[in-house]
């Protein structure tokens, strides 16, 4: 992955899929609909690299911005998640 | 909410771990013990408190620090913590948003400059609710934020370790950072407290 995939303010969903090894996409936030806040930088894919496998990628982090009520379909707060690059969709303008 | 968690349910699959290591052969109970005092040395929530009273008194350094709060933290002599580098982020805390930091999926934040994590941290009932109903968690900590006062909850899932900057108290101006930094706790580094 390049730097600079998702600008801040890019709309995204995150991945439905349920991987059977670690990851770092919490349940509660699969298949969700958020907004970037800015990049982290690039960091070691966490599913791969947990395997013990050496082959993996190396991916941008983006702080993604969800508001309550999309992940829990109440409450009036924002719930901020650093997520990798493959986990995120960009989102068809509207 | 005590901050003891020798009897959780972790410390006691650790402290198994920890015996099978050492029956092996594999790691000397020295050579743990050792590692551990490497990890934790100078971690401790003075450190955030000192981070936190400089932010306070000076406003360039508040503005370096929330640009790039490793680079600002070092300044001070600190480093976030942690066996992998990582970057810290500090949130602002204003009048309009509060925020408070968890990690849903573990135990995450800046060792460093909080110290060990209380229990309550690594709970799940913590894990799992504050990014639900923060509101109500916060009440229980006895924290009431007015209606109006948003909430964002900053969740550690990736390399990144969050530090909240609170509000400064009104009727604070004669003091000079030592005293400010006084008036500053972990819960409130954390985000369950104010100042």
């Known amino acids: 992955m390049t730097d600079g995939g998702f600008a801040p303010g890019t709309r995204v969903r995150t991945s439905h899929h349920d991987p059977v090894h670690h990851t770092r996409l919490p349940r509660y936030a699969r298949g969700k609909h958020g907004v970037v806040v800015e990049s982290e930088g690039s960091h070691p894919l966490a599913d791969i690299r947990s395997q013990g496998r050496a082959d993996f990628p190396v991916e941008q982090v983006y702080a993604v911005r969800f508001a309550a009520r999309d992940l829990w379909g109440e409450g009036d707060h924002h719930v901020v998640l650093d997520l990798w690059e493959s986990y995120l969709e960009e989102e068809e303008s509207q | ?195």
């Open chain 2, 1 to 195: 909410m005590s901050g003891d968690h020798s009897d959780a349910l972790i410390s006691r699959r650790v402290r198994r771990l920890e015996t099978l290591l050492e029956e092996r052969g594999i790691v000397g109970g020295a050579t743990l013990d050792e590692a551990i005092d490497a990890f934790l040395s100078g971690a401790s929530p003075a450190n955030g408190a000192h981070v936190v009273a400089r932010a306070w008194t000076d406003p360039d350094f508040r503005t370096r620090l929330l640009a790039d709060a490793n680079a600002a933290v070092a300044e001070l002599g600190y480093a976030s913590g942690g066996v992998q580098p990582q970057r810290l982020r500090v949130v602002e805390n204003t009048d309009r948003v509060h925020n408070v930091i968890v990690c849903t999926l573990c135990s995450c934040y800046p060792l460093g400059l909080l110290g060990p994590s209380p229990g309550w941290y690594k709970s799940e009932a913590y894990r799992s609710r504050v990014v639900r109903e923060p509101r109500a968690v916060l009440e229980e900590f006895g924290l009431t934020l007015p209606a109006d006062t948003g909430i964002t909850v900053w969740d550690s899932t990736s390399e990144s370790r969050y530090m909240v900057l609170p509000r400064r108290p009104a009727g604070t101006d004669g003091l000079d950072e030592k005293a400010l930094a006084a008036l500053v706790t972990r819960n409130a580094l954390i985000g369950t407290a104010a100042v």
